[in-house]
């Protein structure tokens, strides 16, 4: 068990460390190096729209992955999405910028950022599907939270990689220094393959190629026989998805442009949350066990409904300490409470034959809903109001439709994870 959870978080931090790279770079160079013809708010919002892209890709990937793991196996699916983000993420790192080839700079970089959507898309899925698979009956939420670290690491990892880069002279930065987190992930992805490689196939997906009783359309099956149950989980992702992009990117342009504070503080302010969900993540995993999944996800919608009040004026105070601990605190408040659980409830909700399709569907789509355009919406939002109560409407509006979901979902803390 050790071993199936070491090697898919740490293929999950490489592959988010891949994806989460390109936000950090889209909130402060690619505005600058791939859409330079344009004002400052319109270039931010094309280099989020193009940050955008890759989620609008994840349930592409969602599909292909989740048919192929639902049809051939969890682990293959693994290794091929691995191998489709590095080369994505290592070919932006070698992209020339708009000055040295014109229009054709932001094609290729909505192009490749579409090819990690596409993989980050099937990761999710497989990852979860190993380790919960594999857990103990009563430990699946605190196993499954274990491979949601990967994400705050991810994050981690970027920020800090970003965070050494800030020190650079702005020139060098801009010519060369952002291309180095993206160059340097061929040697994560190296790791994870290796590591990825010595898995073996899941005991529930066993059963099934045993019984020779695999779906022939699992997507279709999801969506055709089982509607409910997918937009169920839709809709307990939409919400934790939003706030924890509008935290992570769409603070970095809020507090350096409109509120003026120093862009390696509100990157701080990241790594520190980012750091804090090591702990907390596994915590609320480990209380879904205890108390249910359901309790986690209705007391996370709640609380992050009340911190999309404050989130916004504890920023304005412009004091470091309140803004540092403001952001690192909310972060495992409003994405913390449901990301931890998450790992087990969303595959809980659907059948063996069509787990990773369904899951990973179901959060991919919420993922494009609200994950990828929610630092756009969250920009366009302030040049239109010049103030931020429309996001704090907008993040409680998403909030509703987590807590919805949550009251329509069944509690599957105790169901059997090898029903077909």
Known sequence: MKRIVWASVLGTVVEWYDFLIYGTAAALVFNKLFFPTM???????????????????????????????????????????????????????????YEQIGIWAPILLVLLRLLQGVGIGGEWGGAVLMVIEHAPEKKRGFYGSLVQVGFPAGVALSTATFLGLTMLPQQDFLSWGWRLPFLCSIVLIGVGLFVRLKLVETPA?????????????????????????????????????????????????????????????????????????????????????????????????LISALCALIVFPLLETRDPTVVVISIAVIMSLTHGTMFGPQAAFLPELFGTRVRYSGASLGCQIAAAISGGFAPMIATGLLAWAGATWPIALYLIGLAAITLVATLYATETRDLDIGRA
């Open 39 to 97: 004002d400052p708010v319109a270039g931010t919002l094309a280099a989020f729209a193009a940050y955008a892209v890759g989620f609008v890709a994840r349930p592409l990937g969602g599909a292909i992955f989740g048919h192929f793991g639902d049809r051939i196996g969890r682990k293959a699916m693994l290794t091929l999405t691995m191998l489709i983000m590095g080369l994505g993420t290592f070919l932006i790192g070698c992209l020339p910028t």
């Open 205 to 301: 997906f066993a059963q099934v190629k045993k019984t020779e009783s695999a779906a022939r359309m699992p997507v279709l099956d999801v969506i055709m026989k089982e509607p409910r149950t997918f937009l169920t989980a839709v809709g307990l992702k939409v919400s934790e998805v939003a706030w924890v992009y509008v935290l992570t990117v769409f603070s970095i342009v809020y507090a350096t442009g409109t509120l003026g504070l120093p862009r390696s503080l509100i990157l701080y302010a990241i790594l520190l949350g980012a750091v804090l969900e090591f702990a907390t993540l596994p915590l609320f995993g480990w209380l879904s066990d205890k108390i249910g999944r359901r309790p986690m996800y209705l007391g996370g919608a």
